[in-house]
């Protein structure tokens, strides 16, 4: 059999190779600049080249490249190997930059999509409030135009990232005497401003990703809206669409799950290394089995994106998987190392390759929010019966639910 993506394919290999050897690791006065500003140079050599940024126009600074899902393998594949700068990963490039690319206005693109995928601007997500999280379409934050600025009062919580963020999405309701759904706008706000309060919250990791965010007489003029006035649940969808790709994308399970086996290797069970325990390895096989489908749905997924064919509910099916497999994966590295499952987890962020056994307390424990964020499991386990299985509508459930 031959496993090989074909001589094409490979000679991209060869030329990524060679662009790899010559641009990563920056050499003489800029590898002295700090990682951020080194991967921001990069990004951009490697978006000039092609190789980054391929489905957004050159206009908004991306390569524009045609979707090809192996080409975008072959290149993760040689970025991983050189390990150099993938694309900005952040809530800014995976949420709203595509919200942008499907619905925003073109002085919007072009203002704020360059810098957002070079990771030079950065983004929050100002979705859930206080009582309003399943039920986001209940969400009471006031937007008020006043002259040609929105003024804005209320509050957020959850908010990932907004201690450092420069710029917020966020769902205010401007219609109040419209229908909840109707009377939501989708607004971008300047975090760097008076009247923005931002309060981190401690997690059971010991770090504080997220944040309480309130929001008194906050400014934002009239023209930074997603979409009309009272359309903003609409262009919510969008965002959220993108959310549960990035949270399910199976390259995030693929990396945890080598990492996990890399553990399994390197931990002693019963006076040998833990993979060749019958019992951890029944287990890491059951769980390669779910991350190879987890694999497979998401290049099936892909391809259907790119031909502009809806995946239906593949994506969140894969956000489903996606999170079941992290915590798995997690239980097994806890398990592995074995006492120093005492230790405190230390701050890290969902999803990130777990580096030490205190990286897989951490992984543990922060596998966990991964059913709840960018809509929970039950939600999503709903959806999919009743519209993916065609199961009977759920009469406890609230309709209105929105995440
Ligand atoms: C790691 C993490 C990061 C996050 N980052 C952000 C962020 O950056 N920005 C942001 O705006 N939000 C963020 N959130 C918030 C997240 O979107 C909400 O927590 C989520 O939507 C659930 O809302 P809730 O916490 O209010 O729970 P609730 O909606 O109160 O749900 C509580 C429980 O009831 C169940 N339930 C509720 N309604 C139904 C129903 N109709 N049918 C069946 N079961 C139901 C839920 O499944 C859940 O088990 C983040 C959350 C986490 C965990």
Known sequence: MDLSYGDEYEALRGELRQFLTRSWPLQGEEAKLGFPEQAALFRKRAT???????????????????????TAQVIREEFGRAKAPGEARGIGTMMLVPTLLERGEEWQKEKWIPGSISG???????????????????????????????????????TSGAQRADFMFCLTRTEPDAPKHA????????????????????????????????????????????????EGWIVSRTT??????????????????????????????NGAPAIRDPVVRQRLATLEGYVRAHQYSGYYQLTRDSKGESAGLIPLMNKLIGTTISQEA?????????EDALL???????????????????????????????????IQRNIIAERGLGLPRDAAADRSAGK
């Open 240 to 269: 959220l669409k993108h959310e549960r790709n990035s949270i399910g994308a199976a390259t995030q399970t693929s990396v945890i799950f080598t990492a996990l086996v890399r553990l399994a290797q390197r931990v002693e069970k």
């Open 120 to 158: 030079e601007i950065t983004w929050c997500q100002g979705y859930s409030e206080p009582g309003s999280g399943s039920d986001l379409a209940s969400l009471k934050t006031r937007g008020e135009l006043v002259g040609d600025e929105w003024v804005i009062n209320g509050q957020k919580i959850w």
């Open 344 to 378: 405190a987890a230390g701050e890290r962020t969902l999803g990130l390759m777990p580096k030490g056994n205190q990286g897989w307390v951490a992984q543990f424990m922060s596998s966990l929010g991964g059913s709840i964020a960018g809509g929970t499991a039950n």
């Open 183 to 230: 009377g939501i706008s989708y607004l971008l706000i300047d975090m760097k401003q008076p009247g923005v309060d931002v309060r981190p919250l401690k997690q059971m990791t010991g770090g504080a990703t997220f944040n309480e965010v309130f929001l008194n007489d906050v400014r934002a003029p009239a023209d930074w809206i997603v979409g009309k006035r009272g």
């Open 48 to 70: 000039e080249a092609g190789y980054l940024n391929r489905s957004i126009p050159k206009r908004y600074g991306g390569s524009e490249q045609p979707a090809d899902v192996l």
């Open 330 to 338: 997690g239980k097994i590295g806890y398990d592995l190392v074995g």
